[in-house]
């Protein structure tokens, strides 16, 4: 090793020592394991196009949300399928699992038929929440245009309701998430547009890498995101042009996440684009207002000042400075992203001193999600992979085609790429990936996935780490008559658990097209009995609940907690 290598080395090894120490560094290393469930009972080829990809439509694959559709306490699944290129508007169908997990098993139903939902069309993304407040999760789902909202009527079945709501934007949808963005105590609805796309028109082919390829983005002509405004009477008026929206240049959207970002008790949003700047939407308050300030806050581009094409997103406390860090994924030969929140309204790029930028440079990157897997008080991070383009291999493009999983187990202040010794057979399967979500299938108290693949299967994977540590799910409830935001999204909770402290969030959007279980995730130490949490609501109202026996599940209703300040 050069005298140069050692002392950036240990620069490095420096830098990722400096800052606030949290309460779980001293907790020893483990990793999560995953095995995948081979009898599900979900037994979907998702369809986007047809392989090999030509057009750029037939790349990101289909979204996934994970609600409890009966209100039966567990989490269901909705599954948003494509169509073909010779079929657009007719293909195989979007799909509803039930879950009939029972005994540790994990056990899904396909309810699609008797649901009544009967969605042909090429969706891309899907967004969950009560947004009239009937007590029942609805459905929103991105296509190539029109989307769709899917009201749900509360005895298993749906009804599509986005002629009469005002919500059938004709865009390219890609991501969607519903949040009270204006503090009205309902769901307004952001949605993330794309580009221009024709089917019965494609566009002709593109050169990257001495490769002829798919054309697009670059060279197609981008579309301005959606916001509409809940009027609380079931309808939605679009405010994209009064809020803001569309005081900045369209760009390739892609994905969305929504929470206070600066703690100013307002909904903020971010906006990861395809080869252009992120865009930061900052809430100023007065209804429906925001400003965006990606570039001046530090998210709109890498440290050297590029632009990214950023697919998944993830929110965390990584330093343990209590503000949210945005873990981005982004394209080949390029690094994903770590914004590291310095102050309440502004942050820096720190990949490589996390050690998460040398070991993505040959992947290609979609969902994200950060968390506690395995149990040991602090949050990894896992990702899924596969590029764009079929040509693509290491002599062609220095990435390939198919790609496995990323699993970044938290070491310290640095993550390390996980094994398949440590994780299991799973992340060693080379696949064409493109969604992620994360929730308790199986009421055990730990975080199982489900991915989505391009053209491929939708796959479950039960979390089978072993810990003497305890998992709590927390999630929420506002059941005020006055409130439609029924299950707070955009909320953030800090948690404490003996000497231990951390915070999480529950934003609306994040992964890739697709939307989490409404829960919090966290774990604690054997002997710790009770936890203690405060929940920052999402129109700023602060609630602790002390002294919560740890049982698997906790739900926090609103209005049973007491005033932090009166403490």
Not at 350 to 370: D, E, K
Request: net charge negative; glycine share 12%; hydrophobic share 35%.
């Amino acid at each position: 090793m050069t005298l140069h290598a050692l002392l950036t080395g240990l620069a490095i090894t420096l830098l990722a020592g400096c800052g606030k120490p949290t309460s779980t560094n001293s907790i020893p290393e483990s990793a999560p394991r995953f095995t995948e469930v081979d009898d599900s009972g979900i037994d979907l080829v998702m369809t986007s196009g047809t392989l090999p990809s030509t057009q750029i439509i037939e790349v990101n694959g289909g979204g996934l949300a994970l609600l409890d559709v009966d209100s039966d306490g567990d989490l269901d699944l909705f599954v948003a399928n494509g169509a073909t290129l010779d079929a657009p508007t007719a293909g195989p169908g979007c799909r509803l699992y039930e879950n009939r997990s029972h005994d540790g098993r994990i056990e899904f139903h396909d309810v699609t038929a008797a649901s009544g939902i009967d969605l042909h069309r090429w969706a891309m993304g899907a967004a969950a929440a009560d947004y009239d407040g009937d007590g029942h999760v609805d459905l929103y789902v991105t296509c190539h245009g029109p989307n769709a909202l899917l009201r749900n009527r509360g005895d298993g079945t749906f009804e599509d309701v986005t002629t009469s709501s005002g919500t059938g934007d004709t865009g390219w949808g890609t991501s969607a998430a519903f949040a009270d963005l204006d503090g009205d105590l309902d769901l307004d609805l952001l949605v993330v547009n794309y580009l221009q796309f024709d089917p019965s028109a494609p566009p002709p082919s593109a050169r990257f890498k001495q490769q002829n390829v798919m054309a697009g983005p670059n060279g197609l002509s981008a579309q301005h995101d959606v916001l509409y405004e809940n009027l609380g009477n079931g309808t939605f008026r679009n405010a994209s042009q009064g809020a803001g929206m569309h005081a900045v240049d369209p760009a390739y959207g892609l994905n969305l996440v929504i929470l206070d970002l600066d703690g100013d008790e307002r909904l903020d949003a971010i906006i990861g684009n395809d080869s252009d700047e992120n865009h930061l939407y900052r809430n100023e308050g007065d209804g429906l207002r925001f400003r965006e300030e990606g570039g001046a806050r530090g998210i709109a581009v890498n440290r050297d000042g590029h632009a990214q094409a950023t697919m998944g997103m993830a929110i965390a406390d990584v330093d343990g400075d209590e503000r949210p860090d945005l873990f981005t994924t982004n394209f080949s030969s390029d690094t994903n992203t770590l914004h590291l929140g310095r102050s309440a309204d502004a942050w820096d790029d720190r990949t490589s001193t996390w050690g998460l930028g040398l070991s993505s440079r040959t992947m290609l990157g979609w969902a994200a999600v950060f968390g506690d897997f395995d149990h040991d008080g602090d949050e990894d991070l896992i990702s899924v992979n596969g590029h764009v383009y079929p040509q693509a291999s290491m002599d062609s493009m220095d990435s390939e085609y198919e790609q496995p999983p990323s699993v970044m187990i938290r070491s310290g202040r640095r993550f390390r790429r996980a094994t398949q010794e440590e994780t299991g057979q799973w992340i060693s399967e080379p696949r064409r990936d493109r969604n992620l979500v994360r929730g308790d299938l199986d009421g055990d108290g730990d975080m199982d996935l489900i991915i989505g693949e391009l053209n491929g299967p939708v796959r479950v994977l039960r979390n089978e780490t072993t810990s003497n540590r305890r998992g709590v799910v927390l999630s929420l409830r506002d059941d005020r008559p006055i409130s439609r935001d029924r299950l707070a999204p955009g909320a953030r909770l800090d948690i404490t658990a003996g000497d231990e402290t951390s915070t999480r969030w529950m934003p609306a959007g994040g992964s890739f097209q697709s939307t989490h279980a409404p829960q919090v995730h966290v774990s604690i130490p054997p002997d710790q009995r009770t936890i203690d949490v405060e929940v920052h609501w999402p129109d700023g109202i602060r609630e602790q609940f002390d002294a919560r026996e740890a049982a698997t599940r906790i739900e926090l209703l609103r209005g049973t907690g007491t005033d932090p300040a009166s403490d």
